[in-house]
């Protein structure tokens, strides 16, 4: 029989066999690193975590959380980021949680980042640990927030239901096929005020970016008529959030019609009595720094991710601002000031945004984070109206203004 032979440049001919078994040798180096990884098991990791009870990975601080060892023990400790596009929307998801006043670093953003860039190199059970603490985090914080409300509420119980969705089955889904955005989408407030807040954020925040607003100095009461220094700091400082048109004055230190205004729709959007006359309430108000009102958005947005079931159709009274509003399909439709305090039966401690920055990134234990988790505050009622409409009564320091 006649045997088949091949040539290779430099050599003379050589048998079929041995050609093929050189081509397979060769192959087998390029396919090396990809039987490393789908060979690698977390396992070893994954037990020593559960001894330690966390780890540090690149300078990322991984919890012990009983989802992510079911996760793995579903897979058999298999690596589950695999696809590139995965990561790159977990990345994304990161930076729209800081727009929404979350810290990226509680998601480890620098080290997903790296990986995304290929500017950091893990090995393969690490980088996926990594990454499926960072999403773990992402989501449990979005249906459920960052702190736990009982911390400052003995009595709260508050029964908080999440979308009926399995976490280990979702985690499994969205790491392989992705959709991650779309699902975190489903776990975030769907209210307007939530939405209010994040474009409030994204505002103040170029305000910050730009200068911020400077201070008006302490003194007696600025009226209509006035003039002097600290009208022309008053001039500025409405300038600088936008109540005053950026017009050129005649006499800059000078209280005109037009500042006059500007001070009362300043009044108006804080909640003071619109009189045009800056007082001490009013001057207090103004001498709030950009920080300041930023941290305030921040934190108010943190309690709308706990107290994030507000129906669509609402009466939503502001105990802080004497006000009742009336929503309907998420749309407000009549704002009303009430002259009376409006006192809750107990009011909620407020928080401080130091504890946002202080605590844990995932402080709950797990079996309170799962779907049959109860966080249901005592102060908070709701009843059918006769409009059809849910009356939600809200604590002076809950939406703090």
């Not at 690149?58 to 992510?68: E, K, N, Q, W």
Request: with cysteine; hydrophobic share 40%; charged share 20%.
């Amino acid at each position: 029989m006649t045997r088949l032979r091949m040539r290779f440049a430099g050599s003379d001919s050589v048998p079929t066999e041995l050609a093929w078994l050189h081509l397979l040798c060769v192959c087998a180096v390029f396919l090396l690193p990809l039987r490393s990884i789908a060979q690698e098991s977390l396992q070893p990791l994954l037990q020593s975590l559960s001894t330690a009870g966390e780890l540090q990975i690149a300078g990322a601080r991984v919890y012990d959380l009983s989802v992510t060892q079911e996760f793995y023990a579903k897979v058999a400790y298999a690596p589950v980021w695999t696809n590139p596009a995965a990561v790159g929307e977990l990345a994304d998801s990161i930076e729209q949680a800081w727009r929404e006043g979350m810290n990226p670093q509680d998601y480890h953003q620098q080290q997903v980042q790296g990986l995304r860039d290929g500017s950091l190199d893990l090995d393969v059970a690490a980088r996926d640990l990594l990454l499926t603490d960072a999403l773990v985090r992402l989501t449990y914080h979005y249906a459920l927030g960052k702190l736990e409300p009982k911390d400052f509420v003995a009595t709260w119980n508050f029964e908080h239901r999440l979308p009926a969705v399995e976490p280990v089955e979702w985690l499994g889904k969205v790491t392989s096929n992705g959709g991650i955005s779309a699902g975190l989408d489903n776990l975030k407030p769907a209210s307007a005020i939530y939405q209010g807040l994040v474009s409030a954020l994204e505002r103040y925040r170029a305000i910050q970016t730009n200068g911020g607003w400077i201070a008006v100095d302490e003194g007696p009461t600025l009226r209509k008529g006035e003039s002097g220094q600290r009208v022309a700091q008053l001039r500025l400082r409405l300038l600088g959030e936008g109540d005053l048109a950026a017009a050129p004055a005649i006499a800059p230190d000078f209280f005109d019609d037009e500042l006059e205004q500007a001070v009362m729709r300043f009044q108006r959007r804080h909640r003071l009595d619109t009189d045009g006359v800056v007082g001490q309430q009013t001057l207090a108000a103004m001498n709030v720094t950009v920080a300041q009102r930023i941290d305030q958005i921040r934190v108010n947005l943190e309690r709308a991710r706990v107290l994030q079931d507000i129906p669509p159709t609402a009466v939503v009274v502001d105990i802080a601002g004497f006000e009742v509003s009336l929503f309907r399909g998420g749309q407000r439709l009549l704002r009303s000031r009430q002259r009376r305090p409006l006192r809750p039966p107990l009011p909620l401690p407020p928080l401080p945004l130091s504890l946002l920055r202080r605590l844990p990134p995932l402080p709950l234990p797990l079996p309170r984070l799962l779907p049959r988790a109860s966080l249901k505050p005592p102060h908070r009622r709701s009843r059918p109206s006769r409009s059809g409409a849910t009356s939600i009564l809200t604590s002076p320091r809950c939406w703090q203004r």
